[in-house]
């Protein structure tokens, strides 16, 4: 108990500073989607290495990837027969656009209302920095009562490429006892939460090409297929009106939900208030026959993440467009697979293209749905988090997507501790992201707490 008070006291008293260090992190603009920012990518990664050293790891090193720098740190107990804890992080962000919805630059964090305002804010630079304050606060307050390994990844934004193969081919740098992952959240303020199941993803785009160039719509329209309108009309066939998936054979090994899973979930609070405040709909809509937080966590959807053709300027300009295209992608659940859906997907997508056309259709990234309970060290978790927080915990399904989370499961064989200290309006990956700072610092209390855990001796 008195390590774990120091520690506590230790943050306390230096939470300004942890805070500046969380700010100079957000200021580095780490798109990892977008080339121009490579060196961005590069800066970031210097960043969470210069101060792993900082904090006393003893092993930091970085690996190129085709892509973007792996992070690889490590730091021992004072005692020899400690656990190991392996954490999790990544520190790309998505891309900030539309710009001219934020009310302060994106990579300028600014705090309003105990709110810190950034792309990255809490998705997940705020967690990455969490973790590393509370190792921080153990550290310089006495032991460390478990081995440290860090991981983090600079193409989580972008479906984690280059991971799966730096894990499969580091089996015993990353051997460990439990998984620590960040990069989750929680339901409100006050409901810390542990999550056992997250979407897996299939991204993919889909380009339809009509004439050579953009041509008069008065001179061909009528005698030319508009790519638009062709994109559109395929679009329209991937949902069926009652809003399930139209695309053949997608439901077909959806890993139906029990009737105490169905409880289990529909006992974790006021999601649907809470979404229709979030998202400013009128009224909600998903598949028929499921509640929202079902349909959020635990059944597969197809979206739209992008839609482009011909003039989108201001005024008019009369044209038919050469082409059209759609970012596209499917969130999956247990046990669909993703290369098996794709493979779906564009039987049934070539099925719907016209001879007037032609398209085009590639993958952009994919990745399995994870879903499991009780992960090594949650116990441990749980207390720490409820502890904290004075609250049970919530036992949660994300609709989110993870893959290194699966991937450790797979090749690993550990089960990752997936929680997180973001919340359901912090924005992510929209303007305006946000990171609420006093829940910020109670899950760098839980954390010091949780580490801590380990060592004796304690009311756990
Ligand atoms: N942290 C999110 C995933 C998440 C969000 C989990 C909310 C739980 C609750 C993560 O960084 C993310 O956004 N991942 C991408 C992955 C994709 C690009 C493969 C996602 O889900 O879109
Ligand atoms: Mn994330």
Not at 55 to 64: C, K, L, Q
Not at 69 to 95: M, N
Not at 274 to 289: I, N, Q, S
């Amino acid at each position: 108990m008195e390590i774990a008070e120091k520690a506590l006291n230790y943050f306390t008293d230096h939470y300004e500073e942890k805070l500046d260090q969380y700010r100079d992190f957000l200021r580095i603009p780490s798109v990892s989607t977008d080339p121009e920012h490579k060196q961005d990518m590069k800066r970031a990664k210097d960043f969470l290495m210069a101060y792993l050293r900082e904090i006393g790891f003893e092993r930091v090193e970085s690996f190129v990837t085709p892509v973007h720098p792996i992070i690889f740190a490590e730091k021992s107990a004072a005692i020899p027969e400690a656990k190991t804890l392996l954490v999790y992080g990544h520190y790309d962000v998505q891309p900030p656009d539309p710009l001219d919805e934020w009310i302060s630059s994106p990579f300028e964090p600014e705090v309003r209302n105990e709110n810190i305002y950034a792309r990255g804010a809490s998705d997940m630079k705020g967690q990455v920095m969490a973790v590393l304050a509370a190792i921080d606060a153990v550290t310089k307050s006495g032991e460390l009562p478990i081995n440290i390994k860090i991981l983090f990844e600079g193409e989580e934004e972008i479906g984690s490429p280059s991971l799966g193969n730096f894990i499969s081919t580091h089996r015993d740098l990353l051997k460990c006892d439990m998984v620590l992952n960040p990069d989750s959240g929680m339901s409100s303020p006050n409901s810390p939460s542990i999550i056992y199941g997250l979407r897996g993803l299939v991204y993919f785009e889909l380009r339809i090409d009509g004439p050579k160039a953009d041509l008069h719509s008065g001179v061909f329209g009528g005698n030319v297929a508009n790519p638009a309108i062709v994109l559109s009309e395929i679009i329209a066939k991937l949902h069926n009106p009652d809003g399930s998936v139209a695309i053949p054979g997608f439901y077909d090994k959806v890993l139906p939900l029990t009737p105490e899973e169905k409880q289990k979930i529909a006992g974790a609070g006021n999601f649907e208030a809470e979404t229709l405040k979030v998202t400013g709909v009128p009224r909600l809509f998903g598949e028929a026959g499921y509640t929202p937080l079902e349909r959020a966590g635990a059944r597969p959807t197809l979206d739209v993440n992008g839609f482009y053709s011909g003039f989108i300027g201001d005024g008019a300009k009369t044209i038919i467009p050469a082409y059209a295209k759609a970012k596209i992608s499917c969130r999956l659940v247990p046990n669909q697979e993703p290369d098996e859906i794709y493979s779906l997907i564009q039987r049934h997508i070539a099925s719907l293209i016209p001879d007037t056309v032609k398209a085009t259709l590639f993958k952009h990234s994919s990745g399995p749905a994870y879903l499991a309970e009780n992960a090594p060290g949650a116990k441990n978790l749980a207390w720490a988090l409820s502890k904290t927080w004075n609250q049970p915990i919530t036992y949660k399904r994300e609709g989110g997507s993870v893959p290194v989370a699966t991937t450790m499961q797979h090749v690993l064989g550990v089960k990752s501790m997936l929680t997180g200290f973001g919340l359901p309006d912090d924005a992510i990956h929209s303007p305006n992201e946000k990171q609420h700072l006093p829940t910020w610092k109670l899950g760098v209390k839980a954390l010091i707490r949780f580490i801590n855990s380990f060592g004796a001796p304690l009311d756990i």
